[in-house]
């Protein structure tokens, strides 16, 4: 996935469901209602998740990220009787070769 920074990394082990030679990722896009914060990947059998970005940047444990999250607390879990808190220096990031457009696996 990559930001306006750089390109990240999340490793298929991560996802879950996981996909997997019977059950590959068939199809994966910008998700409209979270764009352009998260991607949302299909898999053959029909099933679909989303990843949202503040997911890769823990993972590749992002500096700006951990020091947000270190200072404004969270953003992964809701605080209690409120709406959930949108990470602060959230960032946009486009899947595929090329930009813009979906990204088919083969």
Same mark, same amino acid.
């Given at each position: 996935?990559?930001?306006?920074?750089?390109?990240?990394?999340?490793?298929?082990?991560?996802? $879950?469901?996981?996909? =997997?030679?019977?059950?590959? +990722?068939?199809?994966?896009?910008?998700d409209?209602g979270?764009?352009?914060?998260?991607?949302?990947?299909a898999?053959?059998? @029909?099933?679909?998740?989303?990843?949202h +970005?503040?997911?890769?940047?823990?993972?590749?444990? $992002?500096p $700006?990220?951990? %020091? $947000? %999250?270190?200072?404004? @607390?969270?953003?992964?879990?809701?605080r209690? @009787? *409120?709406?959930?808190?949108r990470?602060?220096?959230?960032? =946009?990031?486009?899947? =595929?070769?090329? %930009? @813009?457009?979906?990204?088919?696996a *083969?």
């Amino acid at each position: 996935m990559a930001t306006a920074k750089t390109w990240f990394l999340h490793p298929f082990a991560k996802l $879950d469901p996981r996909p =997997s030679p019977g059950d590959p +990722i068939v199809k994966v896009r910008v998700d409209k209602g979270l764009a352009p914060e998260a991607v949302t990947y299909a898999q053959a059998s @029909g099933r679909e998740r989303t990843v949202h +970005i503040e997911q890769v940047l823990e993972y590749n444990k $992002d500096p $700006d990220f951990l %020091r $947000d %999250r270190l200072l404004y @607390g969270s953003p992964l879990k809701p605080r209690s @009787g *409120s709406r959930p808190a949108r990470y602060p220096g959230a960032r =946009s990031f486009a899947v =595929s070769a090329r %930009r @813009g457009q979906s990204a088919t696996a *083969s």
